[in-house]
């Protein structure tokens, strides 16, 4: 059983927002990069699942410019077993087809029996890139997805539909899940996983060059007009009430 | 055709809400672009939906029909729509971005080497290129926006984020209904769902609750919890509390939150006669919305509450419960 | 013969046994420690091998525990020197019973009686061995000898009488944190020393050569012979190993020693069990201190730290210094048949809020806090303990910096609100926020008050633009993955901005800064703001009346042996009232050691029993110089209290005295402070 996490590095979450000189994308400076929370827990899936298969072997992969090593190295002290990076230095002039590429590229040659990777990414958001490699890959997928196990010789997944709705889906291996996150408790990073990680594997490969011009673009970036703020609701019980409904409706909606 | 698609979801032949908002969507862009709206249903037997849709301001109305298609999959919405489109050859295909949207449509823009721009919150076009619209959408949970364009040629696909527009600006008109037929064979769905379930609910789940209300110790007395719990009722939201009221034991301790208790991120979070100590905050800082009721209008909950009221519980809460009963009937 | 009647009338006196006695003896030689004379040669046989027979019982017995401290791990880093703490420690703990007297006045009394006894019987113990062989040194009636009989025979009433108050302690009050066994081994040792010194004052009784004193003689020894072999089975091992332990326990108080190479993840088997643990571990005396003054124990959990002690102590007994079976896992926890003193348990290992007590009450100089760190490094750096709340803190700490889990743009925006200004090298303090400063609403207020009080006393000072946790909760939960990167990134941010002194409102920040941060840097000088406004105390607002009870933060008092200064501040604001439970015994709030992150307690909140005591002594103010306690107390006082006293930090407690929005009245008035305004 070979499981292959998906991973990008992203900037972290509390990470301080200026907009770049060319207005499409923000200062990299004084970012730091971070694993993407929600292949946080599609590792987690995976290394789960390892030690509930015992015989499994979890290889993570992430593209990008040589600074996601260190995201990388993370995931090996947390117990993947193997590491590959795939350098690609423009990686963000590539849409999600082009990036999918890329990692079809590497993942095909591993053919591994499972591909997990988180929902979406916390910096772009666009919430495709797993469905995009696994039709690229010719094989089945699931999204959101907040359990796995196998049965027989496939698998039996939990996904998540709307409005505290769930669904079991059963689908053959191999197969690409988008995981969830908040399914499984994380694990906190260990010294011992730390040094154990130094011992292990972790081999670059250069990204092949862009087949295809990207189809859709960004063309600029730019600080939201509404800053969250709280607004202060005043008057009569009657009218607080009044105005509390309409956000409720309208803003907020939840009536 | 060219012109927009805009692709409806159902289940069970009961419509997704947010479907409409998509359609508004769709409806709204066709004017700029000066180009024609259709849509589409797909199913078994979606032809009752689809003729719903003949009053609306479409050019056509497709009824999606396959017997493979009564239950979601991907394989199954990815194949059957990837034939529509390529028959239609629409400029510009909407979905709702909705959890089944996210599941099938990245691969369906695949198969025409397009990526889908995904969770748009607003459409925009600028008068000297017209017919290239900007799609905006939010990076980084929201804290910054970004403007995009599609590089023709190839259909554009976008997904609307809920709420984006109003399903009530849906224009009315007639609608031609087109039933669509596509190929499809056992053999090509690869993956066989079960039947959506809910969770057995015996045990609270703070964490799953969409709204919360939460109450503490500006409640005062035990005797005073009914107030609260009614609008919960209201909302039909969970009901929590503050480390304080749980210590009292006036609700049980899994109605905890904060750093002691449950950590949640709801949508909405109504924190009432909460002052916001730090160990109830880092408990709910990740909510969605907070609507905050707090006699002391230096109470640090305000800090963070999106809507703060300053003022006497007493009188405020029942007045929103009423307030509420009466928009939701 | 040499000092007539005047002794023996003394004696008599002394003794009203003495007096029937003198009419049936020659008076001349009652009141004079009686010889036996000389032995015979079977008798002097006897005796030879009875002396080897208890030396040989007692080394088989000595041997393996002698083996078992020497066969584990060197302690990493252990340096003898500088020898004149550890003189003075020996010294005061052992020669003068310091602080088994201090902690326990009665008892402790008792005790140093009997080892000052024990010391004062050491010359006569050889003079009798000796005397057996007819080569005894000091003889009763040469000057010297009859006085140190004399002075002998006070320390044998004493000790006779001290062992038996002892054992009525121990068999019939039974205070309960001797446990709830009752040790029949304490009371034949005590038996044993009775009769020592029975036998001793005996021989006063009787004439030189009688039967009498042969036979006393013989008990005595023989006594002792018994006594001997028992020593290392029994707790009394003390009586061998604990001025050694105290003499060499490490220096620094709560010290965590540096890990050592890649293998090296804290005590997580036998074999990472040092030395200096091995030999504390066999000098517990089960004196139940530890216990008694501990948070846990007193709030019905499973940690007791004498357990704690004595598991290793039965661990290597039953396994030996080089097993590879894990000192703690989840399935020992204690149940009737397993019972906690037999295996550590690590749920009782999580319990510890580090207060430190157990560590300062210890007689014997057992070092529990680097034992119980080091038992949860072992489960931590490897991964082994899982717990919701812990992973969330590891977690929050990983990802935010901070152990609340916040965005740091919460403190970006209260610096903002604030108007701090920020360090840039000029000022004269950096003023660190800590966590609760930076994040928490009460953290704030106080921070807030503070910087009020440093710019009315005109000292300029600065805030860092960033800051991180100490990694104090990583630390003392044994992670030293996140200590480690968030210390390193810590001396790093302060050397970038050039931080030369620094203050803070949090003791547990100034210990962490200042000592554990020391294995990977110089920090900056930093102080604890009590520290600093004690030294300014004159210049502060003198307020008049309101009774405030001080409660002294573990890691300010017993960590840093800060007592006085936040006093003085109290002083200036109220009266001082003191707490039941005060200065190094004062008892925790509960949160340390990383529990305030941990979720609910089992039993009794800890911050229960303290907010209890301190509303109890009836002051209408608690004043509290750790925005921990500050924060536990916020929930305990009003849920133990229907009318909740104030709770204020001592900076709070000068700055509402304070003139309102008053610029800066000292004579250093720095443009930076004004620019704060």
Redesign the interface.
């Known amino acids: 059983m070979k499981i292959v996490v998906a991973i990008k590095q992203v900037p972290e979450r509390d990470a301080p927002i200026h907009i770049a000189a060319d207005g499409r994308w923000i200062e990299e400076g004084d970012l730091n990069y971070t694993i993407n929370e929600p292949d946080a827990y599609a590792l987690e899936e995976a290394l789960q699942l390892k030690e509930k298969q015992g015989d499994a072997e979890v290889v993570v992969v992430s593209a990008g410019p040589e600074r996601v090593q260190s995201t990388l190295r993370e995931a090996l002290a947390k117990g993947a077993d193997r590491a590959i990076h795939i350098e690609c230095d423009d990686l963000s002039t590539r849409d999600t087809l082009g990036v999918a590429q890329v990692l079809a590229e590497t993942i095909k040659a591993e053919s591994p029996d499972l591909i997990l990777t988180g929902l979406q990414s916390d910096d772009l958001g666009l919430g495709q890139t797993g469905v995009v490699l696994a039709e690229l890959l010719g094989i089945p997928h699931a999204t959101i997805i907040l359990q796995v196990e196998f049965s027989g010789a496939g698998l039996k997944v939990k996904r998540e539909l709307e409005d505290g709705w769930f669904q079991h889906v059963e689908m053959p291996l191999p197969a690409l899940l988008t995981i969830q996150s908040g399914g499984n408790k994380l694990r906190y990073a260990t010294l011992m996983g730390i040094k154990k990680a130094k011992t292990k594997e972790l081999k670059t490969v250069l990204a092949a060059e862009a087949s295809a011009a990207a189809t859709i673009s960004m063309e600029r970036v730019y600080l939201p007009e509404k800053q969250k703020k709280t607004e202060m609701l005043t008057g009569s019980p009657q009218e607080i009430a009044a105005k509390i409904v309409e956000k409720l409706k309208f803003e907020v909606r939840v009536i | 055709m060219s012109g927009v698609l805009v692709v409806m979801e159902q289940r069970s032949g009961a419509w997704n809400r947010m479907s409409f908002e998509a359609l508004a969507a769709g409806q709204q862009l066709a004017a700029k672009l000066g180009a024609e709206c259709s849509a589409a249903v797909v199913g078994s037997d979606p032809g009752a939906l689809a003729t719903e849709l003949s009053s609306k301001k479409l050019k056509k109305a497709f009824a999606v029909q396959h017997a493979l298609l009564g239950i979601y999959t991907s394989d199954g919405y990815v194949a059957a729509l990837e034939q529509l489109i390529k028959e239609e050859n629409p400029d510009f295909v909407l979905l709702p971005h909705t959890y089944q949207v996210r599941d099938y449509a990245p691969a369906l823009a695949t198969r025409f080497q397009q990526v889908l721009i995904s969770d748009v919150i607003g459409i925009r076009t600028e008068d000297d290129r017209a017919d290239s619209p900007i799609f905006v959408r939010q990076l980084l949970q929201g804290k910054l926006n970004a403007d995009y364009r599609h590089i023709p040629p190839g259909p554009c696909f976008v997904s609307i984020q809920a709420g984006t527009f109003r399903a009530d600006a849906v224009e009315d008109g007639t609608a031609a209904t087109e039933t669509f037929s596509p190929r499809l064979s056992p053999d090509q769905i690869r993956n066989k769902p079960g039947e959506p379930f809910r969770e057995s609910s015996h045990t609270v789940d703070l964490t799953a609750a969409p709204v919360i209300v939460s109450v503490g110790r500006g409640i005062g007395e035990e005797g005073n919890l009914p107030i609260v719990e009614e609008l919960a009722k209201a909302l039909g939201a969970e009901l929590a509390a503050s480390r304080p009221i749980c210590d009292n034991g006036w609700l049980p301790m899994e109605r905890q939150v904060g750093s002691s208790g449950q950590t949640v991120s709801p949508k909405l979070y109504v924190a009432i006669g909460i002052s916001g100590a730090i160990q109830h905050l880092v408990g709910m800082k990740g909510s969605k919305a907070v609507l905050a009721i707090n006699k002391d209008e230096n109470a640090p909950i305000f800090e963070i509450a999106d809507y703060g009221v300053a003022g006497d519980l007493f009188e405020i809460v029942p007045e929103l419960t009423k307030a509420i009963q009466t928009a939701k009937s | 013969m040499i000092a007539g009647g005047l002794p023996s009338t003394a004696t008599t006196r002394f003794f009203p046994g003495a007096f029937l006695l003198s009419n049936q003896q020659n008076i001349g030689t009652y009141g004079t420690l009686a010889e036996p004379g000389p032995l015979s040669a079977p008798e002097k046989i006897v005796l030879g091998l009875g002396i080897l027979l208890a030396a040989a019982l007692f080394l088989w017995r000595f041997r393996p525990i002698l083996r078992n401290i020497l066969r584990s791990k060197k302690d990493p880093g252990f340096k003898l020197s500088p020898l004149g703490p550890r003189i003075w420690d020996f010294f005061w703990e052992v020669l003068c019973q310091g602080k088994v007297i201090r902690q326990r006045p009665l008892p402790g009394l008792a005790h140093a009686f009997v080892f000052w006894g024990f010391l004062a019987f050491a010359l006569v113990t050889l003079n009798h061995v000796a005397t057996g062989f007819g080569i005894g040194f000091l003889s009763p009636y040469s000057l010297i000898g009859r006085f140190y009989f004399y002075f002998a025979a006070i320390w044998a009433v004493l000790v006779a009488v001290s062992i038996t108050g002892l054992f009525i302690r121990r068999f019939f009050v039974r205070p309960v944190w001797l446990g709830r066994k009752v040790s029949y081994e304490s009371g034949v040792i005590a038996l044993l020393i009775f009769l020592l010194m029975v036998t001793y004052l005996g021989a006063f009784f009787v004439a030189s050569g009688s039967t009498e004193v042969r036979l006393l003689w013989w008990a005595h020894i023989l006594t002792l012979l018994a006594f001997l072999p028992l020593i290392p089975h029994t707790k009394h091992l003390h009586l061998v190993l604990s001025p050694v332990t105290v003499f060499l326990k490490n220096d620094g108080y709560s010290k965590i020693p540096p890990?050592t190479g890649?293998e090296d993840?804290g005590l997580v088997t036998g074999k990472d069990v040092t030395q200096l643990i091995s030999l504390q571990t066999y000098s517990c005396v089960e004196c139940g201190r530890c216990t008694e003054h501990c948070p846990a124990a007193n709030t019905g959990k499973l940690l007791n730290p004498k357990e704690i002690v004595l598991g290793i102590r039965t661990y290597l007994n039953e396994f030996g210094p080089a097993s590879e079976v894990p000192l703690l896992t989840e399935s020992r926890i204690a149940s009737p048949d397993n019972p906690p003193e037999r295996y550590l348990s690590m749920e009782a290992a999580f319990e510890c809020t580090t207060c430190g007590s157990c560590e300062f009450q210890c007689p014997v100089g057992i070092q529990h806090l680097p034992v119980i760190v080091g038992l949860r490094r072992g489960v931590?750096?490897?991964?082994v303990w899982?717990d919701?709340?812990?992973?969330?803190l590891?977690?929050a700490l990983?990802?935010?910096g901070n152990a609340?889990?916040?965005?740091?743009?919460e403190r970006d925006k209260f610096l903002q609100r604030q108007a701090f200004p920020i360090f840039d090298g000029t000022q004269e303090y950096c003023l660190w926020l800590g966590c609760?400063g930076g994040?928490?609403?009460?953290?704030r207020e106080i921070i807030a008050d503070f910087a009020r009080v440093m710019q009315y006393l005109g000292t300029s000072f600065g805030v860092l633009k960033k800051e991180k946790c100490t990694g104090d909760p990583a630390r003392r939960l044994g992670?030293?993955?996140?200590f480690q990167t968030l210390a390193e990134s810590g001396l790093k941010n302060f050397e970038t901005a050039k931080v030369k002194k620094i203050v803070a409102i949090c003791p547990h920040c100034v210990r962490t800064i200042a000592t554990d941060w020391r294995e990977f840097g110089i920090a900056p000088e930093i102080e604890h703001h009590s520290e600093f406004m004690a030294r300014y105390k004159d210049r502060l607002p003198k307020q008049q009346g309101e009774k405030i009870v001080y409660h002294d933060p573990c890691y300010l008092g017993r960590y840093q042996d800060v007592y006085e200064e936040p006093r003085a501040v109290v002083e200036q604001a109220g009266t001082l009232v003191e707490a039941p439970r005060s200065r190094e015994r004062s008892f925790c709030c509960g949160a340390g050691g990383g529990l305030?992150?941990l979720?609910?307690e089992k039993g009794e909140r800890v911050s229960h029993v303290r907010a209890r005591e301190l509303a109890g002594t009836g002051a209408q103010v608690v004043g509290t110089a750790c925005p921990f306690c500050n924060?536990m107390f916020?929930?305990a006082l009003?849920?133990v209290s229907e009318a909740p006293p104030q709770l204020l930090d001592i900076a709070q407690l000068t700055a509402r005295a304070l003139p309102a929005s008053q610029p800066s009245q000292g004579p250093h008035h720095s443009p930076v402070t004004g620019g704060a305004q």
């Open positions: 890990l890649d993840f931590t750096n490897t991964g899982e919701t709340y812990g992973t969330k590891f977690l990983e990802k935010n609340l889990g916040l965005s740091s743009t609760m994040y928490d609403p009460k953290g992670n030293d993955l996140v305030a992150f979720g609910e924060t916020r929930d009003t849920a």
